[in-house]
């Protein structure tokens, strides 16, 4: 209403069905924005065979805009830039033709349809394959795939990470692109786990020992090391109370939901441990040339 009144109509002309479509047009808005991020979500985030509920208002968009190529312009790692780069999808034409039962009888849409997503900083492709099946749309093939992405956004901080953490890492990415969500989140999970052990001995060897750190529940053990993790997974900390629950209670689902968010936090924190090794080193050798010259101030 206050957007008519600046508008200089009079609140008493505005009727039952104008504020009916104001309503409709706010509906559209946030259904559009929904779609656009589960697209961006589908692309980026998921798998291989992770689908989408087409029935719904939403997933109804989605497929619009995936099979149009409409417009959406997000941020992701580029692996041919090797940084972060913004892309936009346009849909990619592929030979699939309509299917028909008899000339003039059932008509059904092409089954299969692609997109691409482009780079604006240098045109690089990303190619992602859907298939329609039943009520649901299917992410059925993508190139580069998301182990190649996060593997190429890793690559900053790769020589830095323990061997272990590196093949368990790599066996985590390789099964999430590959639709296998319950193992890969298993394997993020034991990764996660020893870097919160590697946090707590740092802790440890600093002088500030945690009492009971080996019984606590993980979001406890993330409070309790606020000072050696970043601020984002402290603030977050209840996120992560899925780590506690048992392997044979997670659900699929959970884990599909999860994985992302750990595989970002764990990034994070990776990064973290490299910018502390780094500079220690740098620290080290300042403090060394230091003492050079205090040693021989004329030299
Ligand atoms: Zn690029």
Not at 79 to 102: K, Y
Not at 208 to 236: H, W, Y
């Amino acid at each position: 209403m206050l957007m008519t009144e600046a508008k200089g109509i009079p609140v008493e002309l505005v009727s039952a069905t104008d504020e009916a479509s104001e309503d409709t047009t706010e509906k559209h808005k946030r259904q559009r924005q929904e779609a656009n991020a589960t697209v961006v979500d589908l692309l980026t985030n998921k798998g291989l065979y992770a689908t989408v509920d087409a029935t719904s208002e939403v997933g109804d968009i989605v497929e619009d805009i995936l099979r149009q190529g409409q417009p959406i312009v997000f941020d992701t790692y580029c692996v041919r830039c090797r940084d972060r780069s913004t892309f936009r999808t346009q849909n990619e034409r592929i030979a699939a033709r309509s299917i028909s039962s008899r000339p003039g009888q059932v008509v059904i849409q092409p089954t299969i349809f692609a997109v691409q997503v482009v780079c604006q900083r240098a045109a690089h492709v990303y190619s992602y394959i859907f298939a329609k099946r039943g009520d649901d749309i299917v992410k059925i093939g993508q190139i580069p795939s998301t182990a190649d992405v996060s593997f190429g956004e890793l690559r900053s901080i790769d020589k830095s990470l323990e061997p272990d953490d590196r093949r368990e890492l790599g066996t985590a990415l390789g099964l999430f692109a590959h639709g296998t969500v319950l193992g890969a989140f298993v394997y993020l999970r034991r990764v996660f786990e020893r870097m919160i052990w590697r946090a707590h001995e740092r802790q440890s060897e600093s002088g500030n020992p945690i009492e009971g750190f080996a019984t606590m529940r993980m979001d406890e053990r993330i409070a309790a090391l606020k000072d050696e993790l970043p601020a984002s997974v402290v603030q977050n900390s209840g996120v992560f109370s899925v780590l506690s629950i048992g392997i044979h209670e997670l659900t699929e689902e959970q884990c599909g939901k999860h994985f992302p968010v750990l595989k970002a936090v764990l990034f994070q924190m990776l990064e973290q441990e490299e910018h502390k090794r780094m500079a220690a080193i740098t620290a080290s050798e300042t403090e060394a040339a230091l003492q050079r010259i205090l040693s021989n101030p004329k030299g």
